[in-house]
């Protein structure tokens, strides 16, 4: 976590919602870690990273809660290291997820979580039963953070998240994208994240040694997760984003772009989780979905924006990303008739 990284104070809301109705406490807490309580009026404005991971680690201490008060029944501190030990006994993503949510089941009364594959794609769905309409909506981004983060880590890659839809309806923040990816959606029917069930037959790398190490450094790695904003990977990501298909570079050359070589960008990459390859695809699904919810493209412009020489070989790929087509899902957004 580099000194630069930043996070929204919206972030910092599900930490801090249990000291709402006592201010002198929550002042109290926020000047342990150098934050101004002034700023907790202000979703959009920034703290340092460092700051954030602080006051995770306090409001746990303070609360006695790992979940911040945020459930009826709540995560006794030593919860979360007790369900990361039983998780990185499993073999895959897969069973160690399904153990996952079955083990925060056994804490949590208010917020149920389930893995549902479907072929291709791996849905993360959870049900809520809290009553305040604050505390669910700030349990269910708390929940799902914590469920891909572990994710990730047990892998030891970034996993991309292809669809993210939330019930409860909020501003949109510069950070969303880079924690739920560009599909995301408020005000959904449901709250769910979906991505590639390839990754859930990663095997798990993790081990007591490293848990010991993750367990010291939860808040900060949950950070990273957050905001990979200086890394390589991000890098790699801005620079196909700032430019049309035709002029994205290949590998070789990002890497003179960089003044690396082909093999360190690749090994920079892989230690961030990802690949050139992956990058460049999951770039292009954002942009496809961007454009299908914003603008008023066609699809076979969409389609040859992101590198699809043939509207139906789109058509194809975006049935595989979504399991809809690229009119029914402009159609759900914008209202419109579905294209053909």
Same mark, same amino acid.
């Given at each position: 976590?580099?000194?630069?990284?930043?996070?929204?104070?919206?972030?910092?809301?599900?930490?801090?919602?249990?000291?709402?109705?006592? @201010?002198?406490?929550?002042?109290?807490?926020?000047?342990?870690?150098?934050?101004?309580? !002034?700023?907790?009026?202000?979703?959009?404005?920034?703290?340092?990273?460092? $700051?954030? $991971?602080?006051?995770?680690?306090?409001?746990?201490?303070?609360?006695?809660?790992?979940?911040?008060?945020?459930?009826?029944?709540?995560?006794?501190?030593?919860?979360?290291?007790?369900?990361?030990?039983?998780?990185?006994?499993?073999?895959?993503?897969?069973?160690?997820?399904?153990?996952?949510?079955?083990?925060? /089941?056994?804490?949590?009364?208010?917020?149920?979580?389930?893995?549902?594959? *479907?072929?291709?794609?791996?849905?993360?769905?959870? +049900?809520?039963?809290? +009553?305040? %309409?604050?505390?669910?909506?700030?349990?269910?981004?708390?929940?799902?953070?914590?469920?891909?983060?572990?994710?990730?880590?047990?892998? #030891?890659?970034?996993?991309?998240?292809?669809?993210?839809?939330?019930?409860?309806?909020?501003?949109?923040?510069?950070?969303?994208?880079?924690?739920?990816?560009?599909?995301?959606?408020?005000?959904?029917?449901?709250?769910?994240?979906?991505?590639?069930?390839?990754?859930?037959?990663?095997? !798990?790398?993790?081990?007591?040694?490293?848990?010991?190490?993750?367990?010291?450094?939860?808040?900060?790695?949950?950070?990273? *997760?957050?905001?990979?904003?200086?890394?390589?990977?991000?890098?790699?990501?801005?620079?196909?984003?700032?430019?049309?298909?035709?002029?994205? @570079?290949?590998?070789?050359?990002?890497?003179?772009?960089?003044?690396?070589?082909? /093999?360190?960008?690749? *090994?920079?990459?892989?230690?961030?989780?990802?690949?050139?390859?992956?990058?460049?695809?999951?770039?292009?699904? #954002?942009?496809?979905?961007?454009?299908?919810?914003?603008?008023? /493209?066609?699809?076979?412009v969409i389609a040859e924006q992101i590198g699809f020489?043939?509207?139906?070989?789109?058509?194809?790929?975006?049935?595989?990303? %979504?399991?809809?087509?690229? #009119?029914?899902?402009?159609?759900?957004?914008?209202?419109?008739?579905?294209?053909?």
């Amino acid at each position: 976590m580099r000194e630069t990284d930043s996070v929204a104070v919206y972030f910092m809301y599900p930490m801090i919602h249990a000291l709402r109705e006592d @201010p002198q406490r929550l002042r109290s807490v926020l000047e342990q870690v150098g934050i101004d309580p !002034v700023l907790m009026d202000q979703p959009t404005a920034r703290v340092p990273a460092t $700051a954030f $991971a602080a006051l995770w680690l306090v409001q746990i201490r303070e609360l006695d809660d790992e979940f911040f008060q945020l459930d009826s029944h709540g995560m006794p501190p030593g919860s979360f290291a007790l369900i990361c030990r039983a998780l990185i006994q499993e073999p895959t993503l897969e069973k160690a997820m399904r153990q996952c949510l079955a083990n925060f /089941s056994l804490f949590l009364r208010d917020f149920r979580g389930t893995l549902n594959v *479907r072929g291709k794609r791996a849905v993360i769905g959870l +049900q809520t039963r809290a +009553q305040n %309409t604050d505390v669910a909506h700030f349990g269910e981004e708390t929940f799902l953070v914590l469920m891909i983060s572990l994710l990730c880590w047990l892998g #030891g890659r970034r996993i991309p998240i292809d669809r993210a839809d939330f019930r409860h309806e909020r501003l949109s923040l510069s950070d969303d994208s880079l924690l739920w990816g560009a599909n995301l959606t408020f005000g959904a029917e449901r709250t769910e994240i979906e991505f590639d069930s390839r990754y859930l037959q990663l095997p !798990v790398v993790q081990d007591l040694v490293s848990l010991k190490a993750f367990l010291r450094s939860a808040p900060q790695w949950l950070v990273i *997760r957050f905001r990979n904003q200086h890394g390589l990977a991000s890098q790699v990501h801005q620079r196909l984003r700032n430019s049309h298909y035709s002029q994205w @570079p290949t590998l070789e050359a990002f890497a003179i772009e960089q003044h690396l070589s082909p /093999s360190t960008v690749r *090994r920079k990459l892989e230690r961030e989780g990802c690949s050139f390859q992956e990058i460049k695809d999951e770039v292009r699904r #954002g942009v496809a979905f961007e454009q299908l919810r914003q603008s008023q /493209s066609s699809i076979t412009v969409i389609a040859e924006q992101i590198g699809f020489q043939e509207p139906s070989a789109f058509h194809r790929a975006f049935k595989k990303w %979504t399991g809809e087509s690229p #009119g029914r899902y402009r159609a759900r957004f914008q209202g419109k008739r579905l294209d053909t």
